[in-house]
């Protein structure tokens, strides 16, 4: 790999580092104001519920107080940890024997349109007032304070409802001088709530001795689903950008191995078309200068030698031209019945692989049923050749080949076995892909472009067949063609 692509590479990748920090930082930052507001929410809704069950409790004693008056409470709220009578009143501040401080407050609504102030209710009502409250405060003081419980669950889950929000949650009612449990509908431990999401402390009394949370179980659920539009696209533009990275990559690798193999092609080709033709201009040389022309014999052979080297000199072209014509446009079939039989015959006697010099031993076990079927005459005489000379080519001194044919169902199964060298697992799935070649180690005699397995799994394949490998090193390969009848 060259330092310019190292370069980029490093530069890509410290790109998406950052965007992915980046990223990461303002979702966290998001996260967390989506948490805050979703607090706000819950307190507000909290705060309205226990309002409402506060001023719904004590609706009937205050009524008393205005007993024969034009006007009705309509809310009553406290803050209390502790309340004394005056703050009660908002205007009077004294000493309260319980300690602390209040607020407290009471909205009244008029009957006759009158306005909801102190002033608008009858005469000395300041002592009407304090003698209700005192003995509000003396009964929290005497009783416990029947908390509806139902009420301010209905209420607070209406509330969420209202502002689309979709959450589990339970409710602890604990007192407000040492944080006890009072109250706990769900028997949920107070030591597992450390960890929830909770509301304010709010105070369900008008003396404020007893508060109220609301704890929440499924916050993150709601929190990433209201981020949920945000979140796709983040997580789709992550998934883009991650899989435009890695294509970049394979491409840049892809290109570096097509370039790899183009140069080992043209060393190939240059040293495969160079040897037939030092070998003729070698015999034509021969007959020129040594009166090899006054010898017949001898000029007999070496014409057989010029003949035989120029005959593979053709077929080197012949693959060239037929890879290059095969990338410009697809190569048309011709199906024609064949006799399996008698083109296997044709090429085993015709000499076509007398330029290799070792011992082949062709056998054919081809069945009398399935030795016709339709295909390209012209491409399935290629296909058994480049087979046959695979075979010999990587193979010892002495090669037995077997070619048997039968017929399975509607298809015709054609199988190419030798005793050659074998092929190691790991390239058994790169043999049939264009220039690919099995290194043989310190052997460097074996010729071809690795042209061969690819034209033959190319042609199977527009006869609508398939070919398999299956071979160990050492004991041989058997190549199986599925072609349909």
């Known amino acids: 790999m060259t330092r310019r692509i190292r370069i980029i590479l490093f530069l890509v990748v410290i790109s998406i580092i950052g965007l992915i920090s980046l990223q990461v930082h303002w979702i966290g930052k998001f996260y967390k104001n989506n948490r805050e507001q979703l607090l706000k929410e819950l307190n507000l809704a909290m705060e309205n519920s226990v309002k409402t069950e506060l001023t719904n409790r004590y609706q009937e004693d205050m009524q008393t107080l205005l007993k024969g008056g034009s006007a009705k409470v309509v ?39 009158a306005t909801a102030s102190l002033d608008s209710i ?81 105070a369900t009394s008008i003396t404020g001795d007893r508060m109220i949370r609301a704890y929440i179980q499924n916050e993150n659920q709601v929190i990433f689903t209201q981020m949920g539009v945000s979140l796709s696209i983040t ?32 060393n190939n080709m240059t040293h495969e078309l160079k040897t037939p033709i030092a070998t003729v201009s070698a015999v034509v040389e021969s007959m020129q200068s040594f009166g090899a022309l006054e010898d017949k014999e001898k000029s007999e052979r070496y014409l057989n030698v010029s003949q035989r080297e120029l ?40 000499k076509k692989f007398s330029h ?14 399935a ?78 472009f690795g042209l061969g397995l690819h034209y033959v799994k190319n042609i199977i394949e527009k006869h609508n067949g398939k070919i398999t490998v299956s071979s160990e090193p050492t004991k041989g390969t058997t190549f199986t063609i599925i072609i349909p009848c």
């Open 75 to 113: 809310t009553i709220s406290s803050s209390a940890n502790g309340a004394n009578l005056d703050s009660l009143l908002k205007s009077i501040n004294t000493n309260n024997p319980m300690g602390g401080h209040a607020e407290f407050s009471m909205k009244f609504e008029s009957m006759d349109e």
């Open 122 to 202: 009858p005469e000395k009502i300041e002592l009407r007032i304090r003698e209700m409250v005192t003995a509000l405060l003396q009964k929290e003081s005497a009783e416990t304070p029947a908390i509806n419980m139902t009420m301010i669950d209905t209420l607070f889950r209406s509330e969420l409802k209202s502002r689309n929000l979709q959450l589990d949650y339970f409710m602890h009612v604990t007192s407000s001088e040492n944080d006890s449990v009072l109250i706990n509908p769900n028997n949920i431990a107070v030591a597992d709530t450390t960890d929830f999401l909770h509301t304010r402390a709010f």
């Open 235 to 266: 997580v789709i533009l992550f998934i883009l950008i991650m899989t435009c990275f890695f294509y970049m990559l394979s491409t840049i690798f892809r290109q570096k191995q097509l370039s790899q193999i183009k140069n080992d092609f043209i």
């Open 311 to 350: 005959g593979r000199l053709s077929d080197l072209v012949e693959k060239v031209l037929n890879m290059a014509r095969e990338e410009r446009e697809p190569m048309r079939m011709n199906p024609e019945e064949i006799n399996f039989n008698e083109l296997c015959n044709n090429i085993i006697h015709s």
């Open 356 to 369: 290799f010099d070792k011992e082949v031993d062709i056998k054919l076990n081809i069945s009398p049923d």
């Open 371 to 448: 030795c016709r079927f339709r295909a390209d005459r012209f491409h399935m005489v290629n296909v058994v050749q480049n087979l046959i000379e695979n075979s010999i080519k990587y193979s010892g001194e002495q090669l037995k080949i077997n070619i048997s044919c039968d017929k399975q169902n509607h298809e015709v199964a054609l199988k190419f076995t030798d005793n050659g060298i074998g092929i190691a697992k790991k390239h058994q799935e790169k043999i049939f892909e264009k220039f690919y070649r099995v290194s043989t180690g310190d052997i460097h005699n074996v010729k071809g």
